[in-house]
């Protein structure tokens, strides 16, 4: 089975969703509390790629594949995932902040991704031979994410308690809709991710708890709230790994899946570390 029959539909559901959950005021919080979402859309769009860029170009990285490497870049430069609202929630953290910055990140990386990964394509790929047609990804980002996103925030301001019931149904399929890919992306690609974990899974963790350190460390030194921290370390650390995966397998696009196994082992880890993150928040005196 081809992953990119699998991740549109979900990409699609989790972007209409995302969509079902906005609100106009979520877009008022920029001018009401700009410090935290400014704080998190520069963790996201800014710090990420360059931490990821920095890694790559580590000792870290030596023996991987470029296409692992282009890999890595494409999860770092997708925007947060949709996912980070409901860890925001189980942290009692700021989930209004968190829907926001998902917003946020999610329409200003369609003109940021194409052109950094447009720039790290030509530097790591090189010898693979891949080039990223850019206008390609922005027609494809705006069809599957931009109009579902645009969708579900219509239907919840003319239809706001049949967007509640249908968010409700989505985001009990969203987690076993990324298992399903999950699963059938292993048994795929088996052989390269069982002799790649150690080299990718090392990578990736020291990716997420760089880059939600770094959250963490913008939110103390800022003096944000509790609840504002919370929810900056898993807006930060959370990537749509979704995306990523689309645009790897993509035809149109990249139409490679080994590019789509960094964010595969991504979501693995992000969501074990994520866990412990809202496991340890649970303990914590809010």
Request: net charge positive; charged share 10%.
């Amino acid at each position: 089975m081809n992953a990119i029959v699998i991740v549109l539909p979900i990409l699609t559901l989790l972007m209409f969703d995302l969509g079902l959950t906005l609100k106009p005021q979520d877009f008022k919080l920029i001018a009401q509390r700009p410090k935290p979402v400014l704080v998190g859309l520069v963790g996201q769009i800014i710090l990420l790629p360059l931490i990821a860029w920095l890694i790559i170009l580590s000792p870290l990285t030596t023996n991987l594949s470029p296409l692992f490497l282009i890999g890595i870049m494409l999860v770092a430069c997708s925007p947060g995932g949709s996912s980070s609202n409901v860890f925001s929630m189980l942290a009692k953290g700021d989930v209004a902040l968190s829907v926001t910055l998902t917003a946020c990140s999610s329409i200003i990386t369609l003109f940021t991704l194409p052109f950094i990964m447009a720039w790290v394509t030509a530097s790591v790929g090189e010898a693979t031979d891949i080039q990223l047609p850019i206008g390609n990804l922005l027609i494809q980002n705006i069809v599957l994410m931009v109009v579902p996103i645009a969708i579900g925030f219509i239907v919840n301001i003319f239809r706001e308690q049949a967007a509640a019931k249908i968010h409700n149904v989505l985001k009990r399929i969203a987690m076993p809709a990324l298992v399903l890919l999950v699963t059938v992306f292993f048994f795929q690609h088996k052989q390269t991710i069982v002799a790649e974990f150690a080299s990718l899974g090392l990578t990736m963790t020291i990716l997420i708890l760089a880059t939600t350190g770094c959250g963490a460390l913008l939110a103390w030194l800022l003096h944000l709230t509790t609840k504002e921290r919370r929810t900056l370390v898993i807006e930060i650390g959370m990537q749509n790994a979704a995306q990523a995966i689309t645009i790897a397998c993509s035809p149109l696009i990249f139409n490679n899946e080994i590019i789509a196994i960094p964010a595969i082992i991504y979501a693995l880890m992000m969501n074990l570390i994520l866990l412990a993150y809202v496991g340890i928040t649970k303990i914590q005196k809010s």
